[in-house]
C-alpha cells in the first residue's frame, strides 16, 4: 500500500509532510512504514506521531489500499485469539515488508534521497 503523511515534518529520517510511503500493516492499529531513513518502522494508523511528544504529528492518506494479501492478514489479525496464532500473523506481516523492500527499494531510495536533499 502507499500512505501520504500529512502533518507537521518530524525527525531527520521519520515523516515528511506531504511526501508518499511504501506501508504494509502491521498490527492493529499500526502500519510499517517506510520512512525517511529508509528503514521499516511502526507508526500508529490514526496520528502518527514520534513517542517522545516532540511532534503532534499528523494523518495518513491512502494513496493506494491494502491489497488482497494484507486485507486478508489484516481481518485475520483481528480475529487473531491467542499469542501462538498471533506471533505467526505478526511473522506474515514482517515477511510482506522484507518482500517490499526488495519490490519497491526503488522508490524507498527516492524518498531517502528526497530527505537527504532537504
Known sequence: MKLKYIGESFGAAS???????IA???DIGYYRVFDDSG????????NPRPLNGSSPGGRW???????ERERTLYEKLKAAVGADE??????E???ICKEYAV?????????????LSK
Open 15 to 21: 515523516l515528511t509532510d506531504g511526501q508518499t510511503y
Open 24 to 26: 504494509t500493516v502491521s
Open 39 to 46: 528503514e521499516d518502522y511502526m507508526y500508529f494508523q490514526d
Open 61 to 67: 492518506e491512502i494513496v493506494e489500499d491494502m491489497n
Open 86 to 91: 498471533r506471533n505467526k500473523l505478526l511473522e
Open 93 to 95: 506481516t514482517l515477511k
Open 103 to 115: 519490490k519497491y527499494a526503488d522508490e524507498i531510495e527516492a524518498v531517502v534521497q528526497a530527505n
